[in-house]
Antibody, heavy 123, light 106 residues
Framework: QVQLQESGPGLVKASQTLSLTCSVSGASVDSASYYWNWIRQPAGKGPEWIGRIYTTTGSVNINPSLKSRVTISVDTSRNQFTLKMTAVTAADAAVYYC??????????????WGRGAQVTVSS | IQMTQSPSTLSASVGDRVTITCRASESLGSLLAWYQQRPGKAPKALIYKASTLESGVPSRISGRGSGTEFTLTIDDLQPDDFATYYCQQYKTYPWTFGQGTTVELK
């Protein structure tokens, strides 16, 4: 069974960089069968997909609304992938989830999620 | 693609049948998923490709639809089913979610 666990600072100052890591167990981040995603959910709102990485090809897809500020990378030696978001504002405060999706046709939905990491932005 | 769910809140009793509707601003074919989220927990996939049940999800939960209109139906509502439900399209970047439907106890 695949398990994901987010880690990183829960408090980030406005204008600084948010950095979160997702540790994966039960699957390999360089598997050709999976994409690795970041999703966030502000309090009381629906989830927002941030982006994904496909290690096999190095392909990264980022939500255009965040593209200028977001980087997603992978560390295969540690079986982890990472989110970096620059120039954060109060609007970036949310629960951040990492999630797995399939790589086959029709399988891009999120079939495994981490527990989530609460990120607060301070002024 | 904008996803619109209705209703926003649904009041029901144990044993009821409930249906949630999700409409997309563009055709998705069948590339739609449904999730359940309990308070303080991560969303959990229920349905993918509009009508395929995720492994381990009870058969009293079903999904239908294609194109721009989709439904999630829960038969014989159980206490564990009182939660918030989201639809999500994965036809076109960026993947987008509906605003959610909360099923609450009447």
């Amino acid at each position: 069974q695949v398990q994901l666990q987010e880690s990183g600072p829960g408090l980030v100052k406005a204008s600084q960089t948010l950095s979160l890591t997702c540790s994966v167990s039960g699957a390999s981040v360089d598997s050709a069968s999976y994409y690795w995603n970041w999703i966030r959910q502000p309090a009381g709102k629906g989830p927002e997909w941030i982006g994904r990485i496909y290690t096999t090809t190095g392909s990264v897809n980022i939500n255009p609304s965040l593209k200028s500020r977001v980087t997603i990378s992978v560390d295969t030696s540690r079986n982890q992938f990472t989110l970096k978001m620059t120039a954060v504002t109060a609007a970036d405060a949310a629960v951040y989830y990492c999630a797995k999706s399939g790589a086959g046709a029709g399988l891009y939905y999120f079939n495994a999620w981490g527990r989530g990491a609460q990120v607060t932005v301070s002024s | 693609i904008q996803m619109t769910q209705s209703p926003s809140t649904l009041s029901a009793s144990v044993g009821d049948r409930v249906t949630i509707t999700c409409r997309a601003s563009e055709s998705l074919g069948s590339l739609l998923a449904w999730y359940q989220q309990r308070p303080g927990k991560a969303p959990k996939a229920l349905i993918y490709k509009a009508s395929t049940l995720e492994s381990g999800v009870p058969s009293r939960i079903s999904g239908r639809g294609s194109g721009t209109e989709f439904t999630l139906t829960i038969d014989d509502l159980q206490p564990d089913d009182f939660a918030t439900y989201y639809c999500q399209q994965y036809k076109t970047y960026p993947w987008t979610f509906g605003q959610g439907t909360t099923v609450e106890l009447k």
